[in-house]
């Protein structure tokens, strides 16, 4: 099992990014993704709190927006306390780990900003939510205990067994290709005039990305979507149609 | 089963235990225990780095040995990565919390200092050793990150034993509504040539029905994604098409 990415969506302390990377080090989660650190990267603050993890035992990588720092990422989790409105399974670490078991490929687990946490649209890319059962009286986390309970928690997996084989399941789509999907999806609606009036637009693309999020896809299924794509904008044979070019 | 006290044995930087302090406070730990801390108590690092556990929500008490901090402490864990040449059982968090279970009464976790851990004769008090399966090539944790690792451990544990129901925001889409948002996929497809040559047909339908039936999809989603189909087979507005009828 590839150990999970771990992914920092505009985190504000360099502190808190370096002790991340620390506790990453110390239970061998090796591939942390910055996405738009406040601070700008390289951090000297990081470097001092991460207590020689950073640079060179972490990788650290640098992404603008969430999408592209989960380009290569198969089943994503959004770590978030707050309810969501958002129809997304929820997960306490056991069942992540138990999902991460038996999904071959790269996964990641998304981790908010200090105060605010995760936007909507981040979480809206993630397969599920992965929740801790915090106090509901004391219930915000430091950024970088957030990552240590889950890297502890995935060390202690690791350990307890000798790893049973996964069972045989498809390839799951990268989340490059599930985003290429969304995207070109989303383009042909546009061209048909469906985000109408445009005021609606982000409720309808939230809507139709957390539904096609949740399900798993594989990479099989994301080339026949987009052939069906095609198909239904453009038609096939007999039934092409030429479209208004607006 | 009462919450294990977390002793810190000489601690040495305010700021850690105030870490440790706030990550006990969001993990419904409240019974923290000092030996000997370095710089004295009260620590005002250790209140600005509590985030509000201290003082008030953590109970904190100071003792001047290892012994008087146990004093009403049946069963007793020890934290530490180094072997020790000790005739004690070594267990990792799974199995710390599987004892503390089976054991009546009040338990607690010692952590030793910053840099030196637990001398010989604190790890002596324990009934067992806890380790975490840290990576050998970085294994010095941050104190407060130890205490972070098993705080969460305890609280999934705790929590493992009193699941809630899954918070259901939006209505599920009855599988009528989900069979007649495939039906009209398909057909719409069906109208664009997608399903050629014929005998490919099951196997892309298979391949579709497969990915939106894992996806959980709401009435609402399935209500926004019959318009999607409908606006890229027809299109709105200005972009509407005529399709050749065959």
């Known amino acids: 099992m590839i150990p999970p990415a771990i992914i920092l969506v505009a985190p504000q302390m360099g502190e808190n990014i370096g002790a991340a990377a620390r506790v990453m080090a110390n239970f061998g989660l090796l591939d942390l993704r910055l996405v738009n650190p406040r601070d700008g990267w390289p951090s000297e603050a990081a470097a001092t709190m991460s207590a020689g993890a950073l640079p060179g035992v972490v990788a650290v990588s640098v ?122 999806f989303e383009a042909e609606l546009d061209r048909a005039g469906f985000f109408f009036p445009d005021i609606k637009r982000s409720v309808m693309t939230l809507n139709l990305r957390n539904a096609f999020t949740r399900a798993g896809w594989t990479a099989q299924e994301v080339r026949t979507f987009r052939g069906a794509i095609k198909a239904l904008a453009t038609g096939r044979g007999k039934a092409r149609v030429i479209r208004d070019e607006k």
Not at 144 to 161: I, L, P, S
Request: aromatic share 6%.
């Open 63 to 184: 992404f603008g927006t969430v999408e592209a720092a989960l380009h290569d990422c198969g089943l994503v989790f959004a770590t978030t306390a707050r309810p969501r409105g958002m129809e997304k399974p929820v997960v306490g670490t056991p069942g992540a780990l138990e999902r991460m078991r038996v999904t071959p490929g790269r996964t990641a687990i998304l981790f908010g900003a200090e105060r605010t946490g995760l936007e909507n649209e981040a979480v809206t890319m993630a397969d599920a939510i992965l929740s801790y059962p915090v106090n509901p009286d004391f219930s915000s986390l430091n950024l970088a205990q957030a990552v240590a309970a889950f890297a502890h928690g995935w060390a202690e997996a690791m350990h307890e067994r000798a790893l049973p084989p996964a069972p045989s399941v498809d390839e799951p789509a990268t989340r490059e290709e599930l985003v290429g999907m969304l995207e070109h």
